[in-house]
């Protein structure tokens, strides 16, 4: 296997948990491939701990341990 195919298709899920530990988030998540995505950006959290990436509408959430 090479290093481009150990890596995750980006964007293919539309929906991440995530916890504070991963603070500060961003989209495409690490261990995705980089070339065939849109560019790097970091998820702002509301109150509820929700966020969206603004490119590809992949919703984030915020839990608890």
Same mark, same amino acid.
């Given at each position: 296997?090479?290093?481009?195919? $150990?890596?995750?298709?980006?964007?293919?899920?539309?929906? @991440?948990?995530?916890?504070?530990?991963?603070?500060?988030?961003? !989209? %495409?998540?690490?261990? $995705?491939?980089?070339?065939?995505?849109?560019?790097?950006? @970091?998820?702002?959290?509301?109150?509820?701990?929700?966020?969206? !990436? %603004?490119?590809?509408?992949?919703?984030?959430?915020?839990?608890?341990?």
């Amino acid at each position: 296997m090479t290093a481009q195919e $150990s890596l995750s298709t980006p964007n293919a899920k539309n929906c @991440y948990e995530v916890t504070q530990n991963d603070v500060p988030v961003h !989209c %495409p998540m690490p261990g $995705s491939s980089l070339w065939d995505s849109h560019p790097r950006v @970091y998820i702002a959290f509301n109150k509820n701990g929700e966020g969206k !990436c %603004p490119y590809c509408a992949a919703d984030y959430h915020l839990k608890e341990k």
